[in-house]
């Protein structure tokens, strides 16, 4: 089974420092991989993915993640964080052939003056 | 625009009523999905539906029930056997061979 692990459960950054928030997952095959963010109340909204192929992959709002199989990892980073990161950060676990996804438990960002 | 919608965003039930959430789409999406989020745990599975007029269970999906009548839409029922239905309910859709699920803003129900 499909495991995903994000071990900080919260994390405070100051704006306009980098950030980086850790994601580890298990699946015995190659796994697609997802970061979503969410604001207080509202829904997720996909960040970026990783399929295949580059294991760096950029998406919205700046935001890169980086793909490590011998690590088992998919952490997410940004170079400068900007109080409207503030959020909630989940990441997703899944595979091909299976539409169904597994989150992790989330990480929420707080970002200080 | 295409999205999915959830009404109401807030709904409010004493205990032992059944409450139904809706969920449409307009994304042409073939699978849709319902979970459950509580604080500190992310997001949980109830149920799932990859086809019209076929569904799944999720991991949690005892005191809950859906209907897959037509593509776009997903009801969720919410019903008197689930023990702690207090919870914020997120419904989502994908399309075949297209992993990533989009998300609609969710709907926080409150029984007491």
């Known amino acids: 089974a499909q495991s995903v692990t994000q071990p900080d459960i919260h994390i405070t950054v100051s704006e306009g420092a980098s950030l980086e928030l850790r994601c580890n997952y298990s699946y015995g095959a190659t796994p697609y991989l997802f970061w979503y963010v969410q604001s207080p109340g509202q829904g997720l909204q996909l960040l970026l993915k990783?399929?295949?192929?580059?294991?760096l992959v950029q998406g919205i709002k700046g935001f890169e993640a980086e793909f490590k199989r011998s690590q088992s990892s998919f952490n997410l980073r940004k170079p400068s964080v900007h109080w409207s990161d503030a959020a909630e950060y989940f990441c997703?676990?899944?595979?091909?052939?299976?539409?169904?996804?597994?989150f992790g438990t989330g990480t929420r960002l707080t970002i200080i003056p | 625009d295409g999205g999915i919608t959830q009404s109401p965003k807030y709904l409010f039930r004493k205990e032992g009523q059944n409450v139904t959430l809706s969920c449409e789409q307009n994304?042409?999406?073939?699978?849709m999905y319902w979970y459950r989020q509580d604080p500190g745990q992310g997001l949980r599975l109830i149920y799932y539906s990859q086809i019209v007029n076929d569904f799944q269970k999720g991991d949690i999906a005892e005191g809950y029930s859906v209907s897959r009548e037509k593509k776009e839409s997903f009801p969720l029922t919410v019903t008197s056997a689930q023990k702690n239905p207090t919870a914020f309910y997120l419904c989502a859709s994908s399309t075949q061979g297209i992993y990533e699920q989009y998300f609609g803003p969710g709907t926080r129900l409150t029984v007491t």
């Open positions: 990783y399929f295949s192929g580059d294991t």
């Open positions: 997703a676990v899944g595979a091909f052939g299976n539409e169904k996804l597994t």
């Open positions: 994304l042409n999406h073939d699978a």
